[in-house]
């Protein structure tokens, strides 16, 4: 059982958890993740760790409440627990000093990147942040990365705040501004680590993207989480999650995580259900058009 | 009973294990085998001819004292036999079920020579039973305190065999297990139907009740190494974290939706509950009125099939490269599986699984293989016949070839000494490492094995680390 010290929405539906972990604490590194469950009829899901605290024992991670699980997760508070934390699992980020290192981070992931912008920054690279979100509701840590990076760009799809497009429309802006980049470390939705591997790979800019299949154990015992990397399968719970981006099958990775599509859509129409006797229509609305 | 001679004895049948029908059993997930009755057990009992020299105990790698708890059967004292089997074996009933006795203890019956051999795992299973549900499990004397401290890694039959003799031996034992619930194998691997969980449970349950302590989530090597075990206080580790790492056929097509190694199959089921989905959370890929095709021929082959139909596939294949009689499964499931409506394709190779263009696996290419010269495993070697490949439409797919060694402990501990498959090498007699005070046993050593050979060597192990504190070599 682990203790929740905070819990508070970054954004609609997105919720930062600062928990009692100390073991994790003192040992995770940027780029590993844990697996969590909520209670006995729980799935088990990986969650990268966003940061941590070693002398208050603790570990933050930042859920986006998608399918039941998840939603669940979500609605845990300040005191509740989680009854499973496992970790810290999969390889640390390879962090050195590049020269001039970007991360870009899209939807959950621009607060998923935080870690390793501080781990790039830390290494003495000149830390550039690429944050991208659909609107400005959603835009995350803006206040927190403008403290740790040299430059910060946040970029919205419909243009509400910041830079109007797409991450890599700002990474090939800067790239075509001449900005020498040695390093690009990409987290988020697929389609987005797909289009700024194929941006970077025409100018040989080393790009890492941190996968997030499906998991079941994450330590190597089910092979649920492979990957196709270099035409080579991986288990991305042990030899992941970061991987070179222009290696990555995304094609793969894309139709994998597809897997369960059905079924998780069927738990949630229940789980909704359920909530319908306990709460409002108004908030049953609310979670079936989100 | 009156006391019958050596001939009446020989002439008493082996009494049959009363079952679930297999058309009502493979729809649902109870126990398959509902174990005997009182009078079905003390009339099996009678058929030991109670050997001056009972060569069977030689064939079980904990030394269960046989002859000895059959004697106790026989005389309806179902309680004392169920403490002497308790003496040599920490998870009875857990055995009673999975063990392959045919191949071990039963093997040795001399009552096998010219008639059956004698129930021994059928009373094993019936005696822990009977025990556990009358006046619970009860649990043996514990040696006074050594002060000693030994972490064990994995919790699965070998780290709870080796717990259950060092906490009796008055040694401090803490269980370090990676996943959310305490038996390793028992509980991810093998079905419900096979071995109730809530077994398991009772028996890791009397571990507790003689100290054992258990630490879930625990991934040793990544949440604590093997040195700072050492540096949290404890003067011996026993590693015994299985073989963890599933083997895929490196065949074109493996990584289509729907395609699961046995590992992935079996613990979305059994750990996860998958076969409750929606009730509970995860699931798995849904059977129902499906084609579904298991890849290999042993044990866990067997569970995964058995499990696909009960969760409604319409057809499930073994499909084997050799002939049945290569067959690694033990008979019981092979004949369980057959009963439930499972086929067996023998003597065929996968060469290619295919897909659709959402990436979900639609069929498979196989090969016709026959039998050509023994190999390396003195098991004839399968050869493909030119121009035999068909095709096979299936839904979902389970590779159960095995698992190699898990990298975890190996990365994170490079000064123990590893095969080059990354097995730890150990002095089979004692089970020592090349680490000073680190034991290792089970399948990361042997390789993919029994749960009951698994337990042998924790027992070994347990033996060579009760010397190693009390000859005060720990650190």
Known sequence: MNKIITAEFLATDIKRFVIEAPKIAAKRKAGQFVIVRTDQTGERIPLTIADSNIEQGTITIIVQGIGKTTKAI????TGDFFLDVVGPLGKPSHIE???TAISIGGGVGAAIAFPTAVALKEAGNHTIVINGARTKDLVLLETELKEVADEVYITTDDGSYGYHGFVTQKLQELIESGTKIDFVLSIGPIPMMRAVANTTKPYGIKTVVSLNPVMVDGTGMC???????DNKTVFVCVDGPEFDAHLVDFDLLTKRNRTYNQSEKAALEKHLCNYDKVFSDALVEELVNQ | ??????????QIPRQPMPEQAPLERNKNFLEVNLGFTEELARMEAQRCLQCPKPVCVEGCPVGVQIRDFIKLVGEGDFLGAAAIIKEDNALPAVCGRVCPQEEQCEARCVMSAKHDAVAIGRLERFVSDYEREKIGIRTPQVKPKTGKKVAIVGSGPA???CAGDLIQLGHDVTVFEALHEIGGVLIYGIPEFRLPKNIVKAEVDALKTLGVEFQTNAVIGLTDTIDELFENGYHAVFIAVGAGLPYFMNIPGENFNGVYSANEFLTRVN????????????PVFDCKNKNVAIFGGGNTAMDAVRTAKRLGAKNAYIMYRRSEKEMPARLEEVHHAKQEGVEFVFLTNPLEFLGDENGWLRGVKVQKMELGEPDASGRRRPVPIPNSEYRTDLDMAVVAIGNGSNPIIQKTTPDISYNKWGNILVD??????????????????????????AMGAGRTAAKAINNYLTNSEAR
């Open chain 1, 74 to 77: 979500n609605q845990l508070n």
């Open chain 2, 428 to 453: 089979e007699a004692t089970m020592k490492t090349s680490k000073q005070g680190v034991f290792a046993g089970g399948d990361i050593v042997s390789g993919g094995a029994t749960v009951i050979l």
């Open chain 2, 1 to 10: 009973m009156p006391v019958l001679t050596k001939k009446e004895r020989m």
């Open chain 1, 97 to 99: 000093n590049f020269g």
């Open chain 2, 271 to 282: 750990l996860m509950k998958a076969y409750k989905f929606p009730e509970y959370d995860t």
């Open chain 2, 159 to 161: 780290g709870l065999s």
């Open chain 1, 223 to 229: 092979g649920g989480c492979r990957a196709t990397i």
